[in-house]
């Protein structure tokens, strides 16, 4: 499986914004699409995450409300729409997919392909 991300851009506080994560091979196996993100100096911290066959959703705390994920299951895309942006939301942000069932979403561990990311960056 490949992942390309995309949509990444400088934007003001307050702004919106969508990335993109094309998926491409054996997508067939893929039980859920998480995307992820670093801050410079920081750990890769879970952002939210989407089941590929009904879209059942889970999202961190500091993203509920703002960020939305969704699939285009035709396209074998996700999108991340984030919304009310902050400077905390500055980071590079990765998508990726994992075949694993009844695991949690939220572990870098869960997932078996990973994009190469996109930066977001959020001026205040």
């Known amino acids: 499986v490949q992942l390309q991300a995309s949509g990444g851009g400088l934007v003001q506080a307050g702004a919106s914004l969508r990335l993109s994560c094309a998926a491409s091979g054996r997508t067939f196996s893929t039980y859920v699409m998480g995307w992820f993100r670093q801050a410079p100096g920081k750990e890769r911290e879970f952002v939210g995450a989407?089941?590929?066959?009904?879209?059942?959703?889970l999202y961190t705390n500091s993203v509920k409300g703002r960020f939305t994920i969704s699939r285009d299951n035709a396209k074998n895309t996700v999108y991340l729409q984030m919304n009310s942006l902050k400077p905390e939301d500055t980071a590079v942000y990765y998508c990726?997919?994992?075949?694993?069932?009844?695991?949690?979403?939220?572990?870098?561990?869960?997932?078996?392909?990973w994009g190469q990311g996109t930066l977001v960056t959020v001026s205040s």
């Open positions: 989407i089941k590929w066959s009904d879209g059942t959703t």
């Open positions: 990726a997919s994992s075949k694993r069932i009844g695991v949690y979403w939220g572990s870098k561990s869960t997932y078996d392909y």
